[in-house]
């Protein structure tokens, strides 16, 4: 593919470096940053290294990668707490992170302020903040028979998609086929965020609600994280060239 072109399908492609090692995401994020647009620090890693795995990430060559970062927080507090969790967030640089939907469009709003006050008093722009709706591990028999909800996973993404649009975040994470769904409800610029992201040689671990790399493409999704078929590789940046091939 034409170098514009991968430039266009690597913005898209989030890898998610959950590992207890930052040593070892390191290693891994050098041997991949020209083909990805963004690295996901999640639980994992940032309560095994903490603030230290975002600013390694970001900071400027030769230290740091240079790298935009997608914090996935999963921030689920009352309001008061989130907007300060989300300042601090803001104030790391992150590019994105996210907060559940499920908390309320009042912790959604404090999630989007908290983190724009962060950044501005960083001297930074504000980090783009997602919703999570329903995690993909989880189907309409987890949800109807653990949580007792009534209706569909599907269901239940677009309720909480629409109420992260009128809280005014800028999009959510949600399975890929959902997409479509939640660009109809509200609106095209609204952002989706895929997750579960699993190659046809890939297989599924604990994920319930996935899709291929070109099927996630196809239905709309603005970002795939894609972690375990390329980081537990036993080539990862090969894994990550097959997608990128995929993808185009």
Known sequence: MDEAHRCAVRSRVIVALDSPSLDAALDLARSLASGVGLFKVGLELFNSAGPAAIAALRGSPPRGLGARVF????????PNTVSGAAAAIGRM??????????????????????????????????????????????????????????GTAADAVRRLAVSAREAGLDGVVCAAHETP????LCGTDFLTVAPGIRPAWAVSGDQTRVATPRAALEAGADYLVIGRP?????????????ILQELA
Do not use: F
């Not at 769904?181 to 109809?184: A, S």
């Not at 390329?230 to 097959?242: F, H, N, S, V, W």
């Open 71 to 78: 914090y996935d927080a999963k921030l689920y507090d009352i």
């Open 93 to 150: 640089g992150v590019s994105m992170l996210n907060v559940h939907a499920l908390a309320g469009r009042a912790v959604m709003r404090a999630a989007k302020e908290g983190a724009a006050r962060g950044a501005a008093e960083s001297g930074l722009p504000a980090p783009l903040v997602v919703g999570v709706t329903v995690i993909t591990s989880l189907g309409d028999t987890e949800l109807h028979e653990e949580l007792g909800l009534p």
């Open 181 to 184: 769904d939640i660009k109809q």
């Open 230 to 242: 390329i980081t537990r590789a036993g080539d990862p940046r090969q894994a990550l060239e097959r």
